[in-house]
């Protein structure tokens, strides 16, 4: 939900303090930042009028239990950019009240400030069993606040599980899940509905990312391979649908600047079926400070894609990356 976004040479960042207590059965964090402009923005170091606080308490070690990490966390995100330029250049807000045109002229002039509060959790955990490791995830999360002038209320949440053979050679690793998150049901109502997902990395999730964890169903299955120490060779598949039909289909990862929201919306007419999408990736460390990536993805497009782009059979996304770490 909170991360850096590099997709340029300037990254989105964090201006702001830190603190920690860091104990060997667990760690209180706590921040308060300004993001930096960053991302698809080429302009750096400026802070966008936005406010980003968060708590987590990380429990690491549970007597008589598995390995297991234990998070609760709370987020504060305050959007203020609607008042930086009223009705010029501000960061318009997305959400479906654009789908009816009695209502875009209303979000349209709806420059209240996104006020979300979200509170969350995970347990992590990897056990012995067998000739190998299971490993799993639980996550949620529960958002109140304001949207504009319209009250906030949603959810999201994550189930994941895998298996591992680590003395086998490549150990091979088998992962599934299931993540879900909330969309609105009523354009028309003074409600929104639809998961917030703030400031993500999101590439770190969809390798084509044309969706995000907001208004989407994700059941996906991961094969992990590692033939070599410096090399990772990880395939995926999704499933994608839409949680509302009378929400959009959202992608994007957050805010860049103080003029782009930083997130689209696509009306699906009635539609649910997203996509499928398979993609393979590399890892290669090459040395110590540098790594090469490289991906590919091929997106099918279903009823919501098609119509929208009648003519699109997919989509197909491809890079070769290479970062230095200094």
């Excluded at 603190?19 to 080429?42: C, H, K, L, S």
């Excluded at 330029?85 to 996104?114: W, Y």
């Excluded at 990862?253 to 919306?265: E, V």
């Amino acid at each position: 939900m909170v991360g850096p976004f590099g997709y340029t040479h300037v990254t989105r960042s964090f201006d702001g303090v830190r603190m920690a207590y860091d104990q060997p059965d667990f760690n209180i964090t706590a921040m308060g930042t300004r993001p930096t402009n960053g991302g698809f923005e080429v302009s750096a170091n400026r802070e966008m009028d936005v406010w980003l606080a968060g708590l987590a308490l990380t429990l690491k070690k549970i007597e008589n239990l598995a390995p297991i990490d234990a998070r609760l966390f709370y987020l504060y995100y305050l959007d203020q950019r609607s008042h930086v330029i009223p009705g010029v250049s501000s960061a318009l807000m997305v959400d479906n009240r654009s789908t009816v045109t009695s209502q875009d002229t209303l979000r349209k002039q709806d420059n209240g400030a996104i006020d979300v509060h979200t509170w969350g959790g995970h347990v992590v955990t990897v056990a012995d069993a067998g000739p190998g490791k299971v490993d799993g995830l639980l996550w949620g999360a529960l958002q109140g606040g304001e949207w504009g002038q319209l009250h906030h209320f949603a959810w999201a949440y994550a189930v994941e599980s895998g298996y591992q053979f680590p003395k086998v050679f490549a150990a091979p690793w088998l992962r599934v899940g299931y993540d879900r998150s909330s969309g609105d049901t009523d354009p028309n109502d003074k409600s929104h509905h639809t998961f917030f997902q703030i400031l993500p990395t999101a590439r770190a999730y969809a390798q084509l990312p044309f969706f995000n964890l907001m208004n989407t169903e994700d059941l996906f299955g991961q094969f992990i391979l590692k033939p070599q120490e410096k090399v990772t060779v990880r395939t995926d598949y999704h499933w994608l649908r839409l949680t509302s039909s009378k929400d959009l289909w959202y992608a994007g990862g957050g805010a860049t600047n103080n003029q782009i929201f930083g997130f689209t919306g696509i009306a699906p007419h009635g539609q649910r079926e997203l996509a499928h999408l398979a993609d393979i990736s590399f890892t290669i460390s090459i040395l110590k400070q540098l790594t090469a990536y490289a991906c590919y993805g091929r997106a099918f497009g279903q009823s919501v894609v098609k119509r929208t782009f009648p003519d699109a059979g997919g989509a197909n996304y491809g890079y070769i990356e290479l970062t230095y770490r200094y």
